[in-house]
């Protein structure tokens, strides 16, 4: 198997999520944070791009591709035991990971990027709760596995928008209208 055959999997995630991430920051940046886009922090929004496409993307696609393997039916039974999973041990591991590699995108050190995950883990846990088991119930049982990044993306633009805006909100004030 040549090494772009083996790389292909990943690339369509990565993309796909680096733009959805990338996205998402501007929307929290336009939208929460009332700049104009001449005023968008493209230094931001490219460490969201990054993240996706050399993270988020092709962890998801792994994870996923790893659930399809392991819980074979498509069942409702088969469903709700890859909902579990992915909301009970991938969820909340990875939002860790995620936390912190946002730290080192943002040039924070260790002990801050620590002390952000232990004032920002738990909301970002329950908001994610509040968000992703009815959206992996749908994926897991109706999208193929080649599309259910995709589909987990887009509805993220929601998350990703509130994750930007979490993430940034020692460094950045809410202009309320």
């Known amino acids: 198997m040549s090494a772009?055959?083996?790389?292909?999997?990943?690339l369509r995630p990565a993309i796909q999520t680096a733009i959805?991430?990338?996205?998402?920051?501007?929307?929290a940046q336009t939208v929460i944070y009332k700049r104009s886009f001449n005023e968008i922090d493209l230094r931001?929004?490219?460490q969201f791009a990054c993240l996706g496409f050399f993270l988020v993307g092709?962890?998801?696609?792994?994870?996923?591709?790893?659930?399809?393997?392991?819980i074979v039916s498509t069942n409702t039974r088969g469903t709700l035991?890859?909902?579990?999973?992915?909301?009970?041990v991938f969820a909340p591991s990875f939002i860790v990971v995620l936390l912190y590699a946002i730290g080192l995108a943002k040039g924070n050190e260790s002990e801050m990027i620590i002390s952000d995950i232990k004032n920002n883990y738990k909301d970002v846990l329950i908001t994610n709760y509040k968000l992703f088991p009815a959206v992996q119930l749908i994926n897991f049982y109706f999208v193929p596995l080649k599309h259910q990044v995709l589909l987990v993306q887009f509805?993220?633009?929601?998350?990703?928008?509130?994750?930007?805006?979490?993430?940034?909100s020692s460094t950045e004030k809410i202009v309320e209208k």
């Open 81 to 88: 035991k890859k909902v579990v999973l992915d909301q009970c």
């Open 58 to 70: 092709p962890t998801t696609s792994t994870w996923y591709r790893f659930l399809a393997r392991k």
């Open 4 to 10: 772009i055959s083996k790389i292909k999997p990943f």
């Open 20 to 27: 959805l991430m990338s996205a998402g920051d501007i929307i």
């Open 155 to 168: 509805v993220a633009l929601v998350f990703n928008t509130y994750l930007s805006m979490k993430t940034h």
């Open 44 to 46: 931001r929004t490219r």
